[in-house]
């Protein structure tokens, strides 16, 4: 994983680093801020009567994570895991949950004057709310993903309701 810089000459305030995925052949980025960590997906639990997106639970230093498909929750064709596919950790009201990904390239920055708005039309509600914003990156559009709302209150829920609470607990 690479890590490229813009200008270094700009102030903090005006830079945003995160953390590029990719996702269907697209290329998404991440407030590094949000990320706990990045790791390779290991053998995972799957939880019954969980909805469709959520591939089940790992275990990472003692601590249960609920693993989310974002090719699912964002309903765009997800490769097989292969070596590159990663979990990128983060924290989402009270749930810790791993956001799958077909590869994690590099950590970047972007000046916050190359970041527009979130297109109005999107394909689905999930990333409607969660696309926070395109980055152009000279011929590269990265479209910047809000982890906090990468899932609404109705999926965390159904997270909750599917046993996550009762396997962390236990």
């Not at 639970?57 to 064709?77: S, T």
């Not at 292969?82 to 791993?98: A, C, F, K, Y």
């Not at 039309?121 to 990468?150: F, H, P, Q, T, Y």
């Amino acid at each position: 994983m690479e890590e490229t810089f813009s200008n270094s000459a700009t102030s903090a305030e005006d830079v945003l680093q995160v953390v590029v995925f990719q996702l269907a052949g697209e290329e998404f980025g991440m407030d590094i801020m949000n990320v706990k960590e990045i790791i390779r997906i290991p053998e995972m639990t799957h939880m019954p009567q969980a909805p469709d997106y959520v591939e089940g639970i790992v275990n990472i230093r003692g601590d249960v994570i609920v693993a989310i498909n974002m090719a699912k929750l964002f309903n765009v064709q997800f490769r097989e895991q292969d070596h590159n596919s990663r979990i990128i950790v983060t924290e989402l009201d009270d749930i810790i949950v791993g956001l799958m990904v077909e590869s994690v390239t590099e950590v970047l920055r972007i000046q916050k004057s190359e970041i527009d708005p979130a297109p109005d039309m999107l394909v689905s509600r999930n990333e409607s709310e969660a696309v926070k914003g395109v980055g152009k990156l000279d011929e590269r559009l990265l479209l910047l993903i809000d982890s906090k709302k990468v899932l609404g209150k109705d999926e965390q829920l159904n997270i909750v309701e599917s046993g996550y609470k009762e396997a962390v607990s236990s």
